[in-house]
């Protein structure tokens, strides 16, 4: 299976990535969508030292919603993510971008303004997009309709909304990803959702080093506990593990063409 969201060039692994990808390798998982945050120098230097181990790894470049430093310069930062794309060649999507007006970490008129500008890289390159968005539902959808950003696709990550949510995504033409919180015994509405999503828009993910599946609650997260979110999804489907691997990685295959 794939892990299709993940930060494994980011610090946290930096001490121990061989481990961390031997460790997805016995698990089964034959790659994974390394994001990397394309204001971050030190993490756009490590995607090298990530491919070298993982060669088979496929990377997401896109700012963030703590765009703060943006506010004079929206453009500026899809110049820069564009820049980045030029120089990682294995960079299949732009992402992640979003909004997240549950931590504000910048003001709400920068985070759409350099969302925006994104999604319009996107489409100049044709290139999917690699969605986050928290507590923003109405702004999301309104740029992503204004930004005619359904032209090029891609999964809203980690998706955590309801079943009206996960309607609206998929009728704008993306696909969702279920990470580890699928996996909480609380999650239910959310395991309702992982059951109704077709099986052509599906993906799963980590988030690592975010979002710890049970029963890994609480510690670094890495790849190989994406069998777990599979475990899960699988379940609610009732459809096979392996069946849900075959699903999930022919989409993201599709998706994010290697
Ligand atoms: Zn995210
Ligand atoms: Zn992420």
Redesign the pocket.
């Known amino acids: 299976m794939i892990d299709s ?3 494994l060039a980011g610090s946290e692994y930096a001490a121990d990535l061989e481990e961390v990808v031997a460790r997805a390798r016995s698990a089964g998982l034959t790659s994974a969508l390394v ?1 990397l945050a394309a204001d971050d120098q030190e993490e756009l230097a490590r995607a090298g030292a990530v491919a070298t181990v993982w060669p088979e790894v496929r990377f997401s470049i896109g700012v ?1 919603h703590a765009a703060g430093k943006f506010a004079d310069a929206p453009e500026s930062a899809a110049s820069q993510v564009d820049a980045a794309i030029a120089g990682q060649p294995l960079a299949r999507a732009v992402g ?1 971008i979003g909004l997240d007006y549950h931590y504000d970490f910048a003001p709400r008129d920068v985070q759409q303004a350099v969302f925006a500008a994104q999604l319009r890289l996107a489409r100049r390159r044709g290139l999917p997009v ?1 969605l ?1 968005t928290r507590e923003a539902e109405e702004d999301t959808f309104r740029i992503l309709q204004e930004e005619h950003a359904g032209d090029v696709g891609g999964v809203f ?2 998706f955590t909304g309801d079943r009206g949510m996960a309607r609206k995504a998929l009728t704008a033409g993306f696909h969702l990803s279920l990470a580890g919180i699928v996996t909480f015994p609380r999650a239910l509405e959310l395991k309702e959702v992982a059951a109704l999503v077709p099986a052509d828009r599906l993906l799963i993910e980590t ?1 690592s080093p ?1 979002l710890a599946p049970v029963p890994h609650r609480g510690k670094r997260n890495e790849p190989a506990h994406v069998v777990r979110v599979a475990e899960i999804v699988a379940g609610v489907r009732g459809v096979t593990v392996a069946d849900l691997a075959e699903t999930t990685q022919s989409n993201f295959r599709r998706l994010f063409h290697p």
């Open positions: 969201h993940c930060h994001i963030p992640e690699v986050h990550h980690c988030d975010f």
